[in-house]
């Protein structure tokens, strides 16, 4: 009896084990959703956005983080993945300049500038 015990109670750990590692590593993994949401609010913590930029951006962001994702499946050499990358970069600056006004767009490069 003290064996079936031990055995279910292993078991019964391992199975824990196993959800809370498949937990942390969904978290990791965020959708593109999530991280055009979340840099939507930085975004907008930095230079105040209407809610009609907040949605225009969000949509913008989101474009970016699926062709990101899209672009780290694909078996391509690490040339015209950083190729990809800068393609993808211009695409959300130019859509940041026809969205923000002169005055936040202005404010945006500087805090890329003292990121870097």
């Known amino acids: 009896m003290k064996k079936y015990i031990s ?49 225009q951006i969000f949509r913008v962001l989101v474009d970016a983080e699926q062709n990101m994702s899209e672009l780290k499946k694909k078996d391509i050499s690490d040339k015209f993945r950083q190729e990809g990358v800068k393609t993808i970069n211009l695409r959300v600056e130019e859509g940041f300049k026809k969205i923000l006004s002169p005055s936040q767009y202005k404010m945006y490069e500087t805090s890329l500038e003292v990121k870097k």
Request: charged content about 20%; aromatic content about 12%; hydrophobic content about 40%.
């Open 7 to 55: 055995l279910f109670s292993f078991m019964a750990l391992f199975f824990v084990g196993v959800q809370f590692s498949a937990a942390q590593s969904s978290e990791r993994q965020q959708s593109p959703e999530a991280i055009a949401k979340e840099k939507t609010y930085k975004l907008h913590e930095l230079v105040t956005l209407t809610g009609d930029q907040q949605g």
